[in-house]
């Protein structure tokens, strides 16, 4: 038996709300309505679902009565109302969308918006205000794409976001390849002094910024190594891709990830940088002390990883156990 979900996404960040509904879509009974509600301000081309407002042609946003009443009407149809993004879930969600009192409430959380400073967090990426205790109050059931946050007392579970798996032969170079949306967040200060400390080493940086999507996976699919971040405590988006071409990642990983993860990350290949320049100067060297077999060992496990922990199958299958479990309460 399937259900009915409406996703509800407010900016749809790397495309991954609309991944997440494909996949649940293409693996379970499960019938997924997905829509968002403004448009991602970043310079590439993730695929996403078209937004919901408009532009009214000077600059504002605006919303048609039409778009309205076809989402109230998907809304109450569904069994589920699911909320992706880092904002406490509020019936108020957008002007004229009404969301019966009677329809249970996920709330999916990710980002930079819900992270908090007090448990571990950096400061350049953590900027949750909202207390826990009102995404509770709000919710049936909360998850978090990101381990590290998912605090004791938000009382949730851990869900990866998915990508779609492919087959892939891994021809390294020798460029170590980094792609910050925002060098701040990603800590690229930190990664560029401690590759600079690497004296002797025959490697390049290769500094992916303002490109396109696809011309960032064709640039990084060959490369050495691919560092990720370090201040977030866990691995993004581009990690993910990374993993998924072959390429060896390198992150950031804060010890709650561990803490935190319900046992998923316990195949994790991912190469711990830590967050300072000398944690990441001494996990990159390390990394470049090995073999090529043994390089060539971390891409398949990185591979492998990927289908396990983040394929569309696996992250269909799991969010179908957790819709059952909501309604089933």
């Known amino acids: 038996m399937g259900y009915r979900i409406i996703m509800?996404?407010?900016?749809d960040y790397a495309g991954s709300g609309y991944r997440m509904a494909e996949a649940i879509g293409l693996n379970t009974q499960n019938h997924v309505e997905?829509?968002?509600?403004?448009?991602m301000a970043v310079p590439y081309d993730f695929t996403t679902t078209p937004t919901i407002a408009k532009?009214?042609?000077?600059?504002?946003?605006?919303?048609?009565?039409?778009?309205?009443?076809?989402?109230?009407?998907?809304?109450?149809?569904s069994d589920i109302v699911h909320f992706k993004g880092d904002d406490v879930p509020s019936k108020a969600f957008l002007?004229?969308?009404?969301?019966?009192?009677?329809?249970?409430?996920?709330?999916?959380?990710?980002?930079?918006?819900?992270r908090r400073i007090s448990r571990g967090g950096s400061p350049k990426v953590s900027w949750g205000t909202s207390p826990i205790a009102e995404y509770i109050e709000a919710s049936d059931f909360r998850t978090c794409g990101d381990p590290a946050m998912n605090y004791p007392e938000y009382d949730g579970a851990f869900t990866p976001v998915p990508i779609e798996v492919k087959d892939t032969t891994w021809k390294p170079d020798n460029r170590i390849v980094h792609t910050p949306s925002t060098r701040s967040k990603k800590g690229t200060a930190k990664f560029l002094e401690a590759c600079s400390t690497l004296k002797g080493y025959d490697f390049e940086i290769d500094l992916i910024e303002n490109v396109s999507h696809a011309e960032v996976i064709e640039r990084r699919k060959n490369a050495l190594l691919f560092f990720d971040q370090c201040e977030a405590?866990?691995?993004?988006?581009?990690a993910i891709e990374a993993m998924n071409e072959g390429v060896p990642t390198a992150c950031g990983m804060a010890p709650e990830a561990f803490m935190w993860d319900e046992g998923k990350l316990s195949d994790c290949p991912v190469i711990n940088t830590g967050n300072t320049v000398e944690s990441i100067a001494k996990a990159i060297k390390a990394y470049l002390d090995l073999s090529l077999e043994k390089k060539q060992e971390m891409s398949i496990l990185s591979t492998r990883y990927v289908k396990k922990i983040h394929s569309y199958e696996a992250v269909g299958k799991?969010?179908?156990?957790?819709?059952?479990?909501?309604?089933?309460?």
């Open 8 to 11: 509800i996404s407010k900016v």
């Open 34 to 39: 997905f829509f968002t509600a403004t448009p």
């Open 95 to 114: 002007p004229g969308i009404v969301i019966p009192d009677d329809k249970p409430i996920i709330v999916t959380v990710h980002g930079s918006a819900f």
């Open 233 to 238: 405590g866990f691995y993004g988006n581009a």
């Open 55 to 77: 532009d009214s042609g000077d600059g504002a946003l605006i919303l048609h009565i039409l778009d309205v009443d076809a989402i109230n009407g998907l809304i109450e149809r």
């Open 318 to 329: 799991m969010w179908d156990k957790i819709y059952k479990e909501v309604l089933c309460k």
